[in-house]
Nanobody, 126 residues
Framework: QVHLAESGGGLVQTGGSLRLSCAVS????????MGWFRQAPGQEREFVAV????????YYADSVKGRFTISKDNAKNMVYLQMNSVRPEDTGVYYC???????????????????WGQGTRVTVSS
């Protein structure tokens, strides 16, 4: 059974940093991708960042480029999101997502991911 578990959320001041972790079990996601989405109150879930498991080319939403860094540890089946210079608009629930067969043209679409964690809440105070 596939299980994704996020951790590391919390309250942080504007300009601060936070590191999210996602532990993946039950699947190695071969050629697939693992990444992060977020959902602010009253908003749709939006793409943040993703990595394909077999290479290290990251893809980022324009809103987080230069501030967030996604990384992975294949041996531990972990994916991380380092969040720097956070802003109040980064507030939301952050979800880890993964899919073993997703293709590049689909990575920005939350509906294309079959596996999700429960989410970890990030609140950025102004």
């Amino acid at each position: 059974q596939v299980h994704l578990a996020e951790s590391g959320g919390g309250l942080v001041q504007t300009g601060g940093s936070l590191r999210l972790s996602c532990a993946v079990s039950g699947h190695t996601f071969g050629n697939g991708a693992m990444g992060w989405f977020r959902q602010a109150p009253g908003q749709e879930r939006e793409f943040v960042a993703v990595l394909f498991r077999r290479n290290s080319n990251p893809y980022y939403a324009d809103s987080v480029k230069g501030r967030f860094t996604i990384s992975k540890d294949n041996a531990k089946n972990m994916v991380y999101l380092q969040m720097n210079s956070v802003r109040p608009e980064d507030t939301g629930v952050y979800y880890c997502a993964a899919d073993p067969r997703i293709i590049l043209s689909s990575i920005f679409d939350a509906r294309r991911y079959n596996y999700w964690g429960q989410g970890t809440r990030v609140t950025v105070s102004s």
